[in-house]
Each structure stands twice: as C-alpha cells, then as structure tokens.
C-alpha cells in the first residue's frame, strides 16, 4: 500500500473553499433538516422493535419458552449512504436484519414482509427473495427502504454485536454473507479513513456530481455508492490532513489518470479467512484479471466492487474525471495555492451541471419492457435493467462503435388501450392517444408482490375492462446512445455478416439499420428468457433504433432542454459521435490515457459538453424502474 503522498495542513484558501462547496451542496438541498433526521431515527427504532416482536413471535411458533424466544434479539444495521453519513434529504435507508438460527429467510420473507404490509405507514412494498442479495423494498411513512436479512448460527443476537468478527460467517450460506458483506463493508470504510468528516463532505459531492453527470449506476455499468466511497477513502488515506476541497481535487486528478487495471484498495487484501471462498486474486484467478477499473472492498472476503465496468463506460467516467479535474483546476489554482492568491471563480456550479447525453448522440436504441401487470412489470423490467449491460457488451463487440452508452435511468410508464392494435404499439413503445378518457374505463391495479397476487390483480382487471374491450399496458424504456465508427470496408463487412446472421421471425428490429444488430438483438432476448420466472406471453421486450429527431417526449420531461428543430440539429449536433474514441476488445487492457476521449467541438446546444454523453442525476424522468 502506497503510504500518504502529502501530510500539508489546510490553508485558509482551503477552508474557504471548502466552506463553499458545502454552502454549494446546501444549496442543492444535499443536506437533511433537523425534522428529516429525527423521522429516520425513529422510523429504524420502529423497525427493531417491530423485528424483535417478530422473532419472539417465530421462536414462540417453534415450541421456545416465551422468556428464551424473548431473550432472543435481533438487531438492525443501518449500512450504505445512511451508515456513511451521506444521505439526502430523498434518499433510502439500507437496512440490515440480524436474526437468530431459528429465523429462517422463508419466515424473514413471508410474515415479517407481511406483518409490514399490514402497517398504515407501509406503502409499495415488494419482496425479492430470489435476488442475488434477497432484498424486501418498501417505502414507510414517505421513506424509501431497502431491508436485507442475515440470519446467524446463534441462539440468541446481543445488541452490542460486533459484525466485523469473521468467525460470525462461518457456517453461512452465501446469500447471509453477502447481506452481512454490506454492512461490514461500510464499517470498515468509516474504520480506515483518517477525517471521518472530511471524507464525509468529500463524498457527498462526488455523489452528487457523479449523479448528475449520470455516472452512478453499477447495474449499467458504472460505478456505485460503494464504489465511489471506496475511491474517495483512498485520496483520503494519500492526504490524511486535507481540506474536503483539496480532496475533491485529488479525487478527479488521481482518478482521471488511474493506471487501470491497478486496483483502488483500502488495505492489503488478506487471502485468508474462516470460509472457503475465494477472495480478490488476480494472479491466482484469470477471471479477476478481467477486471478493467477494479476497486477492492475492504472487509472480509474481499471482492471487486466494480466487475461490471465495461470499455465504454469506463471511457465515459474517465472523459468525466478529467473534465471535473479541468473544472476544480481553475477553482483551485494548483500553482497559486500556497501563495493564497485566487484570481479565478469559486463558485462550485459548474462541476455540478447535468448531462447532454440525449443531445450528444445521433443513433439510439430503445430497449422496451412491457406486460399487462403491475407486479410482473416491477420484476421483468428489472431483470431486463440488470440484464442491459450484457446487451451493451455484446454491441461493443460488433466493432462497429466507438463508443455504446447506456443511459443510467429508465423510464417507466402505463397506457390504456383498445383493441390489440393499440396494444402491440404501446409494447412498441408508441401509446394510444387520448389517454385520459381510455384511463376512466379501467381501474390501476393494486401493489400485490406474491405470484398469485398477480395473478389475480391481472385477472380482476381484466374482468374490469373486458365490456369496454380496454386493457392497462405497464412500459419500461431504457436508452442506449451509439457513435458509430466510420463506415468503411471492415465494418461493412462486419454489418453484411451480422445482416447473414438475422433471425427470420420474432426478432430483427434492427435488421433494417445501417449497422446490422439483429444477431446482438437474438442474443440478448435469449439471455433474459432464461430468467425463471419468464412468461413469452406477458413479458413483452422490444429493441428499437431511433434517431434523436425521433426521441419520445418523455425523454425532455425530465427538465433537459427541448432538442432543436431537426435542421438545426443536422448542422450543429454532428461533432460529439465523431469525436468518441473508439472501443474494441483490446481495450480492456489498454492504459488508461488509451481511452481519453478527443474534446468535442462547440455545439449549439445548452451546455453542449466533451466527446460523450453525460446524463442527468437529478433527472428523475418519469421514474426510476426499481431493482
């Protein structure tokens, strides 16, 4: 481990700085009000006693004696942005359950999910037991919450129970401890910091800023909460007595230069542990030498944070790191500091500005997820969201692209249609007009998560509708941006051999396009339809190529700027795919400075920016499709 490369103490252009860049953040609404805080503090008192009624409540069903199933416990960890300290005034509550051996994830899943849903204040609340980290989402009294569950081998869980002790992971199946890895990651972050506070505000800006630039989104590719925290502790470490200013500085100097695939680690990882699973181990391991921008937790069994990170999208962050250095560079004049000169502005706004990723790119595809169910949209949608990336990978494939950009929010919407005309267009992603008189003829379907409350939600609307022959169609889109190579002799040949390769029924949307996709567009259909819980008759999936003129208005809703007429944008929106590098195969090797996308020209548009797209965090469009 690289030891700290500065000790300096702040200067006063330091704190000044500082101080304004959480003046900025305030501004921004980043911080919660006293009142805010107190709701989240008793909403989790609430839940460990409503969880410790519930486990008396199992261990009395299994013939305990009242006073032992009393004596029981079970504890709650708050972990993630809460736990850091980092939160806003909109974000959720990571929520770790710690049960006894008696509890079981069935008893954890079913009646204390239950006995929440029966709560007044408990609103959409949807179980996933089945998800790689088994989760229960809800939102209680306007809070949104994530709970997990980990049930240990003990009889009984004191309430000072120390988590970071590995010998509590023995005998656990990997479901609890990847439950657990959550929050002992998090303690650990905060354990090997130098200045809790300073990595405190640090983080909440790189937050914000990565948020807005829409960079924050494991499930597509880029970095996560974890992710970013574990990156800003180490400039942390490197500069133990700087200001927040001075970090965030360093944050995007030392990032945007990285020498991936050099991993960013907290402490040496220690290969050793009462478990017998593999820890981070690129030497050992050929697959974790396939991560390309690894970031290491720091708790046991140590794994990489990042291994969804694709060429692209590291292209992406790393354009964004270095346009963020640019931008602090010239709030925080380097060769001037020390003089305590500041002859240039301070005003933090321009790091936070939102993206253009829908003005940046001519060629998109739409990837649209459709049923007839509330419920059965909440998990399909999902399984097509977290599934996106592999689409992604495989375009970048092709060869034909310089660079694929997933965009970080999808779009989720529901339409009434009559007659399956209009409903094979809504799963085109093109919905009927006169929405609001269509919508008076059938009611919305109730938040029932069970299969056979689908079931039945599905059918009671459909006995709603049937005299007026009109049915509800729930949609999700999610946008890829394409900069597309320049047409020559090997990519022609590349689009003649994926054309040779098109499906003859059930796919090929993208057969007519110049670039011929249908075989990606095969592959990536086949790959979701593997899902268990894949139903070809109520799970619809489209992929669409659009242009930008053809965008759909709920794109523009969101507060990004309505795109010029089509003549305008034929004239002045040209330069950013011209400009993207090009990704290959190769690329995931290849030195970080490879990757440096050529800066874009002027456009026309508002807050045109570099070589890629940059989406918006706070674009919130219509609504974020839940995980």
Known sequence: MTPPLSRAKPTQLDEALTNNLIRQLKRMDQYETERERNKRARFLALLTKLFRGFVTQIGIANKMPVALAQKAGGNIHAFGSYRL?????????????????FVTRDDFFTTFAEQLRARPECSELGSVPDAYVPVIKMVFDGIDVDITFAQLGRAQIPPDLDLADNNLLRFLDERCVRSLNGSRVTDQILHLVPDVETFRTTLRCIKVWAKRRAIYANVMGFFGGVAWAICVARICQLYPNASASTVVRKVFEHLGRWTWPQPVMLCPVANSGPLDVREWNPVQYPHDRQHIMPVITP????????????????????????????IVADLVPVDQVEDGIMDRPTGWEPLFEKHTFFHTYKSFLRVIASSPSADVQLRWAGLVEARLRKFVAKLE???????????????????VCRGPDEVADAKMGDPPEEQEALAKLIPEQPAITSADGAGAAATAAAIAAASHDVMRIYTASFYIGLAPLHRNAAAAAAAAATAAAAPSQGYGHLSSEPHDLAWAEREFHQLVAQWDGYNAETMGLVVRFLKSRDLPPEVWESGAPVPPPAAAQASSAAAPEA??????????????????????????????????????ADANPTKRVKV
Not at 89 to 101: H, M, N, Q
Not at 397 to 415: K, M, Q, S
Request: proline share 11%.
């Open 397 to 415: 494939a092709t060869g034909l692209f310089r660079i694929v950009h997933p965009f970080v929010n999808g779009f989720e919407c529901d339409v």
């Open 85 to 101: 300290g980092v939160h806003g005034r909109a974000s959720d509550i990571d929520a770790l359950c710690v049960a006894p051996k």
């Open 579 to 616: 400009a993207a590098p090009a990704v290959s195969a190769a690329a995931a090797t290849a030195p970080a400075a490879a990757l440096t996308p050529v800066e874009a020209k002027p456009s026309a548009l508002p807050a045109a920016k570099q070589a890629l797209a940059d989406p918006p």
């Open 299 to 326: 708790s046991y069994p140590c794994m990489c944070a990042t291994h969804n990170i694709l060429p692209s999208t590291r292209t992406i962050m790393t354009a964004e790191l270095q346009r963020a250095a640019k």
